[in-house]
């Protein structure tokens, strides 16, 4: 089943959709993989999982969490099968829990997207100062940085999706070879020969830890962006294919990028002492292996490629919101002229305007409050929308588990029972630890956290009652949002 595009429901303003047969597999995966940004991954995270974490189980914690998260990729492309719609989570919501449920997702996971881009524009202000502070010693405001880094992104979603992929690809592709670079200087310069190394760090035993709740959460937040891949679905060649190949790929990859690093890591700083070590050097863990790997002159591009990686995550959840805002303009849910595209390049031009005002006007708060770009800005509003988006995944889930169970589109056991099932337990989980460690991954401590936390579940619950309100309304547009045509 496909939503029915010439519906009012979905064509709004009358106007153009977006562009037909643009994006591969690769271009969806490069989305996907920049908005986890695997090199601000191992920098930022990898760092606390050894040091607070699972220790050195942490490579065994990623590839637990890969599998979870391919558990709930088996339904959620299975879905794509019936339903290729810019909404993606939203649109699986409503059509798994009804419209209420689907609008209390699409603002949760609006939200959340727009919580993690505005904590990156934080980091990537604070790296980029940093950055032309030591080339030439001038010493530019982050918030200037920021502003650029947003026009840029607005340039590039206007221009066009594939032009975006485009730019993705070159930095993820510089991403990827600096982690091999440093990869192979660690086997190189290593205390010991490859052929030595351990692998305890992937035996069932290293995950009997006191912080497993942790380092699973954390696994877990390196993966935020995988769900989106549905969104470029109107987008993709043939999306019943491109769609779940990039999927697939993209968490594969990732789990293999994150376990591989981590466990060279700890073999090369010893098993005995990684913990102790990352437990010290905190968010310069990475820097000091590079330094003891590779020298200090090769360590000082990592400077450079965090800034770059930074960005294409940036590129990418400005995709992802303008969709989400298109989606919902179209149908007439918010303003409308979100639904427009602009004509040949075909892409949601006011959404990608006001996604980008709002995200300005983020940065300008904080700019002028003062706050720190990093330790606020960049860690409160990711530990934030890392939340939003785990809740959005387990909804999303059940949505999934219950879309097949009242449908006779699809009786394939495994793909539509099973799969489904495990993923609601096993991200469940992955939302109990977020919560309970909360402090630890928002990076503040007491009622804020709890507060910041608490946010998210009222912006669903708000979503949820705009719901009841266009029902009572509109219960014509209502009951327009659920329609499908039957393949």
């Keep these: 089943m496909t939503f029915d595009e010439g519906s009012p429901a979905i064509r709004a303003d009358g106007r153009g959709g977006l562009k037909k047969n643009t994006l591969g597999t690769l271009d969806i995966a490069f989305f996907i993989i920049a908005a986890a940004s695997p090199l601000t991954g191992v920098i930022a995270i990898v760092p606390i999982m050894l040091g607070m974490g699972v220790g050195i189980g942490s490579p065994a914690a990623f590839l637990i969490v890969a599998g979870i998260l391919l558990l709930f990729a088996v339904g959620y492309v299975a879905m794509t099968r019936h339903i290729s719609n810019a909404g993606a989570l939203y649109t699986y919501v409503t059509v798994g829990l009804g419209q209420s449920a689907g609008l209390g997702a699409a603002a949760l996971t609006i939200f959340s997207y727009s919580a993690i881009q505005i904590g990156l524009y934080g980091g990537f202000g604070y790296y980029a100062a940093e950055l032309v502070a030591g080339a030439s010693g001038l010493h530019v405001p982050w918030w200037l940085l920021a502003a650029a880094a947003a026009m840029a992104c607005l340039l590039l979603g206007v221009?066009?999706?594939?032009?975006?992929?485009?730019?993705?690809?070159i930095s993820l592709s510089l991403e990827c070879l600096l982690l091999l670079v440093l990869s192979v200087g660690m086997v190189r310069n290593g205390p010991a020969s490859a052929l030595h190394y351990s692998l305890a760090g992937f035996s069932p035993a290293s995950l009997v830890h006191p912080?497993?709740?942790?380092?699973?959460?954390?696994?877990?937040?390196?993966?935020?962006?995988?769900?989106?891949?549905?969104?470029?679905?109107?987008e993709a060649r043939d999306p019943k294919r491109t769609v779940p190949n990039a999927t697939y790929f993209s968490v594969i990859f990732m789990a293999f990028v994150y376990s591989a690093v981590t466990w060279l890591i700890v073999n090369f700083l010893g098993?005995?002492?990684?913990?102790?070590?990352?437990?010290?050097?905190?968010?310069?863990?990475?820097?000091?292996?590079?330094?003891?790997?590779?020298?200090?002159?090769?360590?000082?591009v990592f400077n450079v490629f965090i800034v770059s990686a930074i960005f294409a995550a940036l590129l990418t959840f400005h995709n992802n919101i303008a969709r989400y805002l298109y989606s919902l303009g179209r149908q007439g849910l918010l303003w409308k002229p979100l639904g427009a595209t602009l004509a040949g390049a075909q892409t949601p031009h006011?959404?990608?305007?006001?996604?980008?005002?709002?995200?300005?006007?983020?940065?300008?708060?904080?700019?002028?409050?003062?706050?720190?770009?990093?330790?606020?800005?960049?860690?409160?509003?990711?530990?934030?929308?890392?939340?939003?988006?785990?809740?959005?995944?387990?909804?999303?889930?059940?949505?999934?588990?219950?879309?097949?169970?009242k449908s006779a589109v699809d009786k394939r056991?495994?793909?539509?029972?099973?799969?489904p099932l495990l993923a609601v337990i096993g991200l469940s989980g992955f939302l109990y630890y977020a919560l309970d460690s909360v402090e630890l991954l928002i990076g503040m401590s007491g009622a804020v956290s709890r507060l910041l936390a608490g946010l998210v579940f009222v912006i669903f619950g708000g979503g949820m009652g705009y719901g009841w309100c266009v029902k009572r309304r509109d219960p014509a547009k209502y009951a327009r949002l659920a329609r499908v045509l039957v393949e």
Excluded: K, W
């Design 211 to 234: 912080g497993l709740g942790v380092g699973l959460m954390f696994a877990c937040a390196t993966f935020i962006g995988f769900e989106g891949s549905a969104i470029y679905s109107e």
């Design 413 to 419: 056991l495994a793909q539509t029972f099973i799969a």
């Design 159 to 169: 221009r066009g999706v594939h032009s975006g992929a485009v730019v993705l690809g």
């Design 350 to 405: 006011v959404a990608c305007a006001v996604q980008t005002v709002t995200a300005m006007l983020a940065i300008a708060i904080f700019a002028v409050l003062g706050l720190d770009p990093y330790g606020v800005l960049f860690a409160s509003m990711t530990g934030m929308g890392s939340v939003g988006i785990i809740l959005a995944q387990t909804i999303s889930a059940v949505a999934i588990f219950a879309f097949f169970r």
């Design 271 to 300: 098993e005995g002492q990684a913990v102790a070590i990352a437990r010290a050097d905190g968010g310069n863990l990475l820097f000091d292996v590079s330094t003891r790997a590779l020298g200090p002159g090769p360590t000082q």
